[in-house]
């Protein structure tokens, strides 16, 4: 919760402590405790974005651990405590139960989805380009964890399984940008193509834009944490247009037959035509 407030990645955690990324994902994990020496290096790191926080914050409270990160007591709430129902989890509350639904419905079947994967969609900034992503669903605290990037892109955030459809929300690391994803459903034993939407604002007017999107499966995740992470960190090292480029042909195909761009010469707007039923099949 720290490094997302004051918007620190894992990576340059661990340059700024002396210690390898891997150390931190473990650290991240719960595998392995930070000593009190790295715990207070960690907190002097913080305290650079939020004066005033130290190592006790740690120990405290969670109501004081919000306060000294300036979120303001009982505005966040940092984790609902472990129950019958399930696991804790971190974050802000859904209402009608949509948390714990989707948290049951992962328990039965997320591993259909867990994985590595290509993601493709048309460009919100270069029109008629298709681009390439990295993206990696994983579980965490009893949901999914979602993750995708290349150079210069980095999103994190979460997928709530329900009714057998992903409903994606991630946000950009650095200047929390949001994004929005549905898919289809996915197959059984595990999910191979996923298909759906997903929304953003473009670069430049910062306006909504919507595109259809195709995810490729790529791999399966391990059982251990920071090895998918390391997997994940290297599996999105390359340039999004060039690698969209050269999107396989069934892709390509399918981002072409899901949607079409009209573009409408007096006004200049964009409108998005979705196919019927009858031209989907």
């Known amino acids: 919760m720290a490094l997302k407030v004051i918007n620190m990645s894992p990576a340059a955690l661990g340059a700024a402590v002396g210690v390898d990324k891997s150390v931190i994902s473990r650290w991240l994990s719960g595998k392995v405790t930070p000593s009190g020496h790295n715990l207070t290096r960690i907190a002097s790191e913080i305290a650079r974005a939020r004066p005033g926080f130290s190592a006790l914050a740690f120990e405290a409270p969670a109501e004081h651990f919000a306060r000294v990160l300036d979120l303001g007591p009982g505005t966040v709430p940092l984790r609902r405590p472990a129950s019958a129902e399930g696991p ?58 979602a993750r995708y990037g290349a150079n210069g892109f980095e999103f994190g955030g979460w997928a709530l399984l329900l009714m057998n459809r992903l409903y994606i929300q991630l946000s950009e690391k650095r200047y929390q940008a949001m994004m929005f994803m549905l898919t289809n459903p996915g197959q059984q034993p595990v999910a191979r193509r996923l298909t759906g939407l997903m929304m953003g604002p473009s670069d430049r007017l910062m306006v909504p834009t919507v595109s259809p999107m195709v995810l490729e499966r790529e791999r399966a995740i391990t059982g251990d944490d920071a090895t998918n992470i390391a997997d994940f960190e290297a599996a999105q090292d390359f340039d999004p247009f060039e690698q969209g480029d050269s999107a396989p042909f069934e892709v390509r195909h399918c981002l072409e037959n899901m949607v079409s761009m009209t573009r409408v010469a007096d006004t200049g707007v964009a409108l998005v035509q979705v196919p019927t039923a009858e031209a989907e099949g």
């Open 88 to 145: 804790s989890v971190v974050g802000l509350e859904l209402p009608y139960d949509a948390l714990n639904d989707a948290r049951k419905e992962t328990e039965r079947r997320g591993v259909e989805y867990f994985g590595h994967y290509s993601l493709y969609y048309w460009s919100f900034t270069r029109p008629g380009r298709v681009v390439r992503m990295a993206m990696m669903l994983s579980p965490r605290d009893g949901l999914i964890e």
